[in-house]
């Protein structure tokens, strides 16, 4: 059983906190080269830098995964070597229907649906021509369930969920498998504003079996399985990474 990951570059977008940055860290404990992504270029270096310093061999690559030209400039050089893609990067607008301006809307979808999409398309074909990848898609409980005031983010994950499969179908027979992980909730700087809520943080306790947030490196393993040697007959599939959350009713 293989879960080492020696000889691999993944890009991670969205690395330089939260799960991004988890996923990035283990995969680099596991031997791959990784690069770290978000659209501040200074938070790139110095996450980067810290990895270094713990011996991994990483790389700093800046671009917003949601701009054209920023993401197609930054990969022009490395898109036919990209063993794994992890499409971490991710947005939330929440907000009302009546208040949810069309703008917001197209945001949402263009970071957490469309990014993955056109990046997928980049660096498929360096997969191809060597016969090996893996294209990871960090959906959510969001893909599964739905919940009010979040429209947006609920039809981006449900959509990335569907790009994973239909990708899983036409990669698969060329030796790339893409798969999606769906997270509960998980203590990052995206939930900061729910965690500081009383209620929702007695909501997300109570309505998860193991009775608390999830850590960050308590999903990397799964993203890890996924981009290894172990994992190689998992294609199309969203493994959910919850605590029990969605078990339950
Ligand atoms: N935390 C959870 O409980 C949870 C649950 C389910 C799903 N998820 C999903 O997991 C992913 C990561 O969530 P997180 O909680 O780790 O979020 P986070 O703490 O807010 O971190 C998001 C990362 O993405 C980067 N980013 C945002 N927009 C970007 C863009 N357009 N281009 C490149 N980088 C961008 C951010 O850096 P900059 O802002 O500096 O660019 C940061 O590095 C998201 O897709 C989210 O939907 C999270």
Not at 202 to 214: D, F, I, L, Q, Y
Not at 216 to 243: I, Q
Request: aromatic share 6%; hydrophobic share 45%; net charge negative.
């Amino acid at each position: 059983m293989d879960f080492r990951l020696d000889g691999r570059r993944a890009l991670i977008t969205g690395s330089t906190r939260g799960l991004g940055l988890a996923i990035a860290r283990a995969m680099a404990e596991q031997g791959a080269q990784v690069i770290i992504n978000s659209r501040n270029a200074d938070d790139c270096q110095a996450t980067a830098e810290a990895l270094a310093r713990q011996g991994h061999a990483v790389q700093a690559l800046p671009f917003d995964a949601s701009d054209g030209p920023d993401r197609e400039a930054a990969l022009a050089g490395i898109r036919d070597n990209i063993d794994i893609l992890v499409n971490n990067a991710g947005i939330n607008h929440r907000v009302p229907l009546a208040d949810f301006d069309e703008g917001a809307w197209r945001n949402v979808l263009d970071v957490n649906l469309t990014a993955p999409f056109l990046l997928a398309q980049l660096v498929a074909p360096g997969m191809v021509k060597r016969g090996w990848g893996r294209i990871i898609n960090i959906a959510s409980i969001m893909a599964q369930v739905g919940r009010a005031t979040i429209p947006a983010y609920v039809s981006s994950k449900h959509g990335l969920v569907g790009l994973t499969k239909t990708l899983a179908i036409e990669l698969g027979p060329h030796g790339v498998t893409v798969n999606a992980i769906n997270p509960g909730y998980f203590a990052t700087e995206f939930n900061t504003p729910l965690m500081a809520d009383p209620d929702f943080d007695a909501m997300v306790k109570a309505h998860t079996p193991v009775g608390r947030w999830g850590d960050p490196a308590e999903l990397a393993g799964a993203a890890v399985f996924l981009a290894s040697e172990a994992g190689s007959y998992v294609n199309g599939a969203a493994l959910t990474v919850d605590g029990g959350m969605t078990a339950t009713l």
